[in-house]
């Protein structure tokens, strides 16, 4: 059997998956597309970190080789660890005063569970849906239950946003979410205005549940391995490779191909923009973009102030599309149209779906996804055997739409993690 390099988080004992890389991004992974994750792990010292499924608590047998390795320069000692302060964290939020499908009661949630512990250094971003014909600090107002004055809480920093909709009820909702990319730029540019100095931003939807540690910890494994003057990532759950089909046209969501149905790669906007980043279009022509869900988008510093210098997302959204052809629009939703813009910028992916879960396809009824809280302890005491769908640190898990169980859910992350904390440090195998 061939040897092939792995593009996403499988279980590390798998002897083959799909590359789902170009031949040119197999080559020069620098130039676009996906990181294998398992590159960045070796025995330096400083914190350590695994986007894998790992199927026994067997030491982790390193990679041979690798592009990444051959090129790797540590970017800051061992000690570089990062801190509440150097993230940004930012949400689209509806109108603070909306009765419809109000965003409070999970925000309020958040601030009780992972917020709670997530340290008061934290600074969070929230664009808010406002309206020109009412007084801003009236709209801005933040609601008493989310103590936005608590000192020991991350900040709450508030801003308006003014959606050329009026969105008060469900009859458009759906111009809302397919129009999200422009409320996705603003909040981009509002990250980088108001927080200028965090060294990594993460946009998350209200119905995200993180464990902020592990998202800590993460980033410090990252900070430690990036390349010197590399520092162009972005990160996220860019979903599970196809189980029987090599066929683009058979994948899920979270891959635009030039033999895709939403026929990007021929349209004439889009290769206007082809050409303007890219002096050889054949290399974009060739090339699979893969993107992350909109449940948790993390980025650089370096990354985010790319996609912005040029205001790729909303020249991206609005390429004319035809809503008749199936998938055309593809460049419309948020989490496309930023993998989009980092293809454009040869901002690098690093996948890590096992730690950042979407529970795809979970059904939602009457406003909640039943069954989350049942699925994600049980998936946790899954962890360590052949049938982990969690990596050993759990970062998110998306989408819990109902502020109890996203206590509930946040109790259940944080509980494993401190038992794998305890764990690792009395040298005891991790909790079954």
Same mark, same amino acid.
Request: proline residues 7%; hydrophobic residues 35%; glycine residues 4%.
């Given at each position: 059997?061939?040897?092939?390099?792995?593009?996403?988080?499988?279980?590390?004992?798998?002897?083959?998956? %799909?590359?789902?890389?170009?031949? &040119?991004?197999?080559?020069?992974?620098?130039?676009?597309?996906?990181?294998?994750?398992?590159?960045?792990?070796?025995?330096?010292?400083?914190? #350590?970190?695994?986007? =894998?499924?790992?199927?026994?608590?067997?030491?982790?047998?390193?990679?041979?080789?690798?592009?990444?390795?051959? +090129?790797?320069?540590?970017?800051?000692?061992?000690?570089?660890?990062?801190?509440?302060? =150097?993230?940004?964290?930012?949400?689209?939020?509806?109108? %603070?005063?909306?009765?419809?499908?109000?965003?409070?009661?999970?925000?309020?949630?958040?601030?009780?569970?992972?917020?709670?512990?997530?340290?008061?250094?934290?600074?969070?971003?929230?664009?808010?849906?406002?309206?020109?014909?009412? =007084?801003?600090?009236?709209?801005?107002?933040?609601?008493?239950?989310?103590?936005?004055?608590?000192?020991? %809480?991350?900040?709450?920093?508030?801003?308006?946003?003014?959606?050329?909709?009026?969105?008060?009820?469900?009859?458009?909702?759906?111009?809302?979410?397919?129009?999200? !990319?422009?409320?996705?730029?603003?909040?981009? +540019?509002?990250?980088?205005?108001?927080?200028?100095?965090?060294?990594?931003?993460?946009?998350?939807?209200?119905?995200?549940?993180?464990?902020?540690?592990? %998202?800590?910890?993460?980033?410090?494994?990252? #900070?430690?391995?990036?390349? +010197?003057?590399?520092?162009?990532?972005?990160?996220?759950?860019?979903?599970?490779?196809?189980?029987?089909?090599?066929?683009?046209?058979?994948?899920?969501?979270?891959?635009?191909?030039?033999?895709?149905?939403?026929?990007? !790669?021929?349209? *004439?906007?889009?290769?206007?923009?082809?050409?303007?980043?890219?002096?050889?279009?054949?290399?974009? #022509? &060739?090339?699979?973009?893969?993107?992350?869900?909109?449940?948790?988008?993390?980025?650089?510093?370096?990354?985010? #102030?790319?996609?912005?210098?040029?205001?790729?997302?909303?020249?991206?959204?609005?390429?004319?599309?035809?809503?008749?052809?199936?998938?055309?629009?593809?460049?419309?939703?948020?989490?496309?149209?930023?993998?989009?813009?980092?293809?454009?910028?040869?901002?690098?992916?690093?996948?890590?779906?096992?730690?950042?879960?979407?529970?795809?396809?979970? *059904?939602?009824?009457?406003?909640?996804?039943?069954?989350?809280? &049942?699925?994600?302890?049980?998936?946790?005491?899954?962890?360590?055997?052949?049938?982990?769908? !969690?990596?050993?640190? *759990?970062?998110?898990?998306? *989408?819990?739409?109902?502020?109890?169980?996203?206590?509930?859910?946040?109790?259940?992350?944080?509980?494993?993690?401190? +038992?794998?904390?305890?764990?690792?440090?009395?040298?005891?195998?991790?909790?079954?």
């Amino acid at each position: 059997m061939r040897q092939t390099l792995l593009t996403i988080a499988a279980v590390w004992a798998q002897e083959e998956v %799909l590359d789902l890389r170009s031949p &040119q991004e197999v080559d020069s992974y620098r130039s676009k597309g996906l990181i294998p994750f398992r590159d960045l792990v070796d025995a330096s010292p400083g914190p #350590q970190f695994s986007c =894998d499924r790992l199927v026994s608590r067997e030491p982790i047998k390193l990679p041979r080789q690798s592009a990444w390795r051959e +090129k790797v320069k540590r970017s800051g000692p061992p000690q570089n660890h990062t801190r509440p302060s =150097d993230v940004g964290i930012g949400y689209m939020f509806r109108s %603070l005063t909306s009765t419809y499908k109000s965003d409070v009661p999970l925000l309020t949630a958040a601030r009780q569970s992972w917020m709670a512990d997530a340290g008061s250094s934290l600074e969070i971003l929230l664009l808010v849906d406002c309206d020109r014909d009412t =007084d801003v600090a009236t709209q801005l107002k933040p609601p008493a239950e989310l103590e936005a004055s608590r000192p020991d %809480l991350p900040r709450l920093h508030f801003e308006c946003y003014y959606p050329s909709y009026n969105k008060i009820d469900s009859s458009n909702e759906v111009t809302a979410i397919l129009n999200n !990319f422009d409320k996705f730029s603003a909040l981009l +540019k509002g990250l980088l205005r108001i927080l200028p100095h965090k060294k990594w931003y993460v946009k998350l939807d209200t119905d995200t549940v993180i464990e902020p540690h592990n %998202l800590y910890r993460f980033l410090s494994f990252f #900070q430690v391995r990036v390349l +010197k003057g590399e520092t162009n990532l972005y990160f996220g759950d860019a979903g599970e490779l196809p189980q029987r089909s090599p066929n683009p046209e058979d994948w899920a969501m979270y891959r635009i191909h030039s033999r895709s149905k939403d026929q990007l !790669f021929k349209r *004439p906007g889009w290769q206007d923009l082809v050409k303007e980043y890219y002096q050889d279009r054949k290399t974009s #022509q &060739q090339s699979t973009i893969t993107y992350v869900h909109g449940g948790l988008e993390g980025f650089s510093r370096d990354a985010l #102030q790319s996609i912005v210098s040029k205001d790729c997302i909303r020249r991206v959204g609005e390429l004319p599309c035809d809503r008749s052809i199936k998938k055309h629009c593809i460049n419309k939703p948020e989490d496309a149209t930023v993998g989009l813009c980092a293809h454009l910028h040869k901002i690098a992916l690093v996948d890590c779906q096992p730690c950042m879960q979407n529970i795809a396809g979970a *059904p939602v009824v009457d406003g909640r996804t039943p069954g989350v809280v &049942q699925w994600t302890r049980h998936e946790l005491a899954k962890v360590f055997t052949s049938d982990a769908r !969690f990596c050993p640190r *759990p970062v998110s898990v998306h *989408p819990v739409k109902d502020a109890h169980d996203q206590r509930t859910v946040y109790r259940a992350l944080h509980a494993y993690t401190h +038992k794998v904390h305890a764990a690792e440090s009395t040298a005891v195998a991790p909790p079954e």
